[in-house]
């Protein structure tokens, strides 16, 4: 198996609103529309889609539980090149209706970070560190 | 915000087990090992991170809620190349000690697909399609 992740699906209550949140707010190109049915971003590398979470579930098995705790067990992280960056997305966020979870602070390992939610509590970590390399696709340096 | 994803950092019970799992049993590279607290692997744009779930909760916020339902409404899909690596990505999650949620089939979308789960219940999409294409980077024409 390549060590490959090609689409990240995120489960959304109202696809409409959620394409406002990421295509409006925090501005993910996509050519997709919520008529669709489903939204796929154009991301760098992995691709980010919005789907109704209970086709979601439906999709894996008809029988698949369908309720969600609030803590999913996955963060996605946007890691950014300046410092700055991080408060002006969490910013950025925040006035297209996500949550501020944990404000931009020091990280006990060293960074600067803060978490969002999006409308259906999806979190994200928005971090930057001095010592990250980042390659030119934008994927970082492991 | 440039639209892209960092790192995708599952929460896991048995950091050990799941470093197995994705290492040995799925053969994703990696030169970190359990005794570092976290694991981060070597995938192509998106990394992939390995946590101990109980603390990736507390990263958000040391009251953040760490109880999860099975169906984290989040799915990770790999999308292959051909139609028989869907079949022998299954049978090598499996052999590794993942769950087969989906046997492979034809989906109402015309592609090939099935589902797995990992040891903490992370829910991977395996699919084909004829119409897909790839850049160089192995990532999707979107």
Not at 18 to 39: A, D, N, R
Request: charged share 25%; hydrophobic share 35%.
């Amino acid at each position: 198996m390549e060590s490959r992740i090609s689409i990240i699906t995120l489960g959304v209550q109202d696809l409409e609103q959620s394409y406002q949140f990421y295509h409006q707010g925090l501005g993910f190109p996509t050519t997709w529309k919520p008529e669709q049915g489903i939204i796929f971003f154009q991301t760098r590398g992995v691709r980010l889609a919005l789907y109704p979470s209970e086709k979601l579930a439906e999709d894996v098995d008809p029988n698949f539980p369908k309720e969600r705790s609030r803590f999913s067990g996955i963060t996605l992280a946007h890691n950014t090149r300046t410092k700055t960056e991080v408060d002006e997305i969490l910013a950025c966020a925040q006035k297209a209706g996500g949550k501020i979870e944990k404000p931009a602070q020091i990280a006990h390992w060293g960074g600067y970070s803060g978490y969002f939610s999006d409308l259906d509590g999806h979190l994200w970590e928005v971090a930057w560190a001095e010592s990250w390399e980042f390659n030119d696709d934008g994927s970082l340096v492991v």
